[in-house]
Nanobody, 127 residues
Framework: QVQLVESGGGLVQAGGSQRLSCAAS????????MGWYRQAPGKMRELVAS??????????DSVKGRFTISRDNVKNLVYTMHLQMTNLNSEDTAIYYC??????????????????WGQGTQVTVSA
């Protein structure tokens, strides 16, 4: 199974910065997209930022110019991406989830698609 482990998050004051990280490991063959989503109380989960293809990067309008998504070169079969968040405001308060899509091998040596989610990490921006 492909596993995603998130780190970062917590309480930050408005105007402050925070960095989230997500490490993906397991029987990964290829990665087609990596992204960050968030879900605020009472709202739908929304895409915050994503990297797909050959470094095609997209951002939600609400975070453009403030958030930066990046990914490291694979190391020890672990794929890591980050979300650097600056100039945070109360509207950014949410649970942030990382998502990775791609292909993986199975125990029977088949190749299949996967679409995995991290456990979520809370980001709370105080006034």
């Amino acid at each position: 199974q492909v596993q995603l482990v998130e780190s970062g998050g917590g309480l930050v004051q408005a105007g402050g910065s925070q960095r989230l990280s997500c490490a993906a490991s397991g029987p990964i063959l290829t990665i087609s997209a990596m992204g960050w989503y968030r879900q605020a109380p009472g709202k739908m989960r929304e895409l915050v930022a994503s990297i797909s293809g050959v470094d095609k990067i997209d951002y939600a309008d609400s975070v453009k110019g403030r958030f930066t998504i990046s990914r490291d070169n694979v190391k020890n079969l672990v794929y890591t991406m980050h979300l650097q968040m600056t100039n945070l405001n109360s509207e950014d308060t949410a649970i942030y989830y990382c998502n990775v899509k791609g292909t993986r091998t199975t125990v029977s040596d088949r190749i299949e698609d996967f679409d995995s989610w991290g456990q979520g990490t809370q980001v709370t921006v105080s006034a």
